[in-house]
RNA sequence: GGUCCCAUAGCUCAACCGGAUAGAGCAUCAGUUUUCUAAACUGACGGUUACAAGUUCGAGUCUUGUUGGGAUCACCA
């Protein structure tokens, strides 16, 4: 079942048929029809003029003709300028519709003849353990969930990855202002989430760090020796040694500070609705990466300087020479992520491809990592992939956590869900709600507006994000299409509780009249799912999704307000159209759910 | 400085591998309710797609240059 497809095939025969042109239906360029022309599909025909030797107008007409003549499934057909509008007829489209509207069989799924199953790892989230998350993270939890969500929808096998950031300079920071300043401290004794704890005293140390580098200079240091040879920063990278060194008391302190974080992570993710397949801590992973260091080595594609540093030259390759592993012997951030991309690909050896979601600031850390596996000859080098996606910013630039611009994730989730139980209040929506739905309801129209106000945008571009404007619940929005799929659920409600109209999804339905354009633009839109899928599969891409479903979330909306549904003057109709409602909104519902946005019944 | 990314309506974003008269929402203004949920619907206003050349049937999209903004090039992660 696939309109476009079939169209695609028919062409492609028309073009033998009359010019000997060999084209797979594939490469056919065929799109909707504009709304201001008559017709259903548009060819672009300038590609086979110089083939046709004809002008664009009489190629469109001659493929037209061809097609109106050798198949039936065309009700007209006309041409403007170099563009040839296919009409379906109203008996193809009925036809399609009841395979999928009367069978009740949606699940679309989207395997294309082409697409192979492919393996596929997404590793997203990957917090550091020394402070909470943040907007930026959150942009980053749901574009890699989503992603995931519809690589699955596609056909793919997929596995979710998180890569706890547990150790390392950044986690010595906080363990150690803890322990200096923090007077025994805990998520009990402060009531404090424990990423909130946690978080609190690695602000604290940059500030005392920042202190004493100023200290430093007022005696004649420079700026670079400051930062050296400030004390706490000593002290804090031989807890670092101490730490990899398994030092007993360094160890509780960073198991007990790292239980408090999980807790409060935990929490977040549950708010956010995400979930992992496997969790990878760089505790577990750093020391596999210290065994790539010593095979590089080996292998002569690494060398080491005179302190005993680890490096890479990249020259050749148009980048720089990198650090592997310090001087001292701990490693730095690119350790890890040699032994976690190898040990996965050991897990996992079908494996096909493994994708970083991680922010564009770092593409030039994913060059380095997947050129390094290519010159230490992995076969699955390729298969790395950096989806890189912008930031996102606030009207006065960058958030900077030193500098207190940060948006909390939980103090944005739960301002969203106030501000939806103050709309849906004043709007007197849960008047016949229990407090519990209510609550249930509020959460998910908050979520809803937050990530579609996330997802919508194109992963790969910077976006703005002003917090003293609230994320809008009318227009283009999640709310809003939630609430389109409220109103089809309260239509079929409605509808099932009358006698001729009860079992209206067991009825295939035989539309005597022609079909009105309305109904014709939501059908033509909701075929073009399967599509659509494959496109955001393919591009990794959840905005491709988001302004989807928001078309026909609109397309929905004009239909429902002009054409009376449930009471139309004639019970063919109404069948049809509640048909037609309720593949509408599985459709939306399917959607919504590829973004992890859930629909409600009632609103 | 090297490398890379971005620039579309007052604001936030679209534009399906180069296709028709560049579309939505918000904001502003004017309408729509005895009829299935008005978080909706209809209309108006709003553009030299930063600028300048080039490529061709055709450019927001591709190439080059200019301007403006961002990222990155750490013994940070």
Redesign the pocket.
Known sequence: MNIEHDLKIKIAEALYALYNITISPESI?L????K??EGDF?L?V??FIKESRLSPEETGKSIGEYISNNFNTLANFNV????L?LGLSDGQWLEYFNEVGYLNKFILKVKGNDSIVKNVMVEYSSP?TNKPLHLGHVRNNLLGYSVAEILKEAGNSVKKANLI?DR???ICKSMLAWQRWGNGETPDSSGLKGDHLVGKYYVKFDKEYKKEIEELMKNGLNEDEAKKQAPVIIDAQEMLIKWEQGDSSVMELWKTMNGWVYEGFDATYKKLGVDFDKIYYESQTYLLGKAIVEEGLQKGIFYK?E?G?VWVDLTED?L?EK?LL???GTS??ITQDLGTAALRFEEYPNLDQLIYVVG??????FKVLKLIFKKLGKPWWDGLYHLSYGMVNLPSG?MKSREGTVVDADELIEEMVNT?RD??LA?G?VEDFTMEQAEKLFYK?GMGALKYYIL???AK????FNPAESI??????G??IQ?TY??I???IR?AEKLDGLKSFRQQSVLLDRPMMQKEKDILRHVFQFPNIVH?AATELSP??VA?YVYELA?LF??F??D?????AEKVNTSLFRLQLSNIAGQTIKECMRLMGIKVPE??
């Open positions: 360029q799109t909707e029809t504009r201001e022309f548009t672009v300038f590609p403007v300028k170099g563009f509008n550091n950031n390392g300079i950044h300087k302190d540093s148009g720089d650090l310090r001087g001292d730095v951030y564009n600031e770092q593409e030039y850390h960058k939806s709309t849906t709007l929506k129209l919508k945008v194109d571009k910077t976006m703005l809008d619940f009318n227009g283009n929005t709310p809003f609430y409220a109103r659920c309260s239509v409605k496109g905005s491709i302004n609109k909306n004009t429902y307000h054409c009376p549904i449930a009471d009632q609103m």
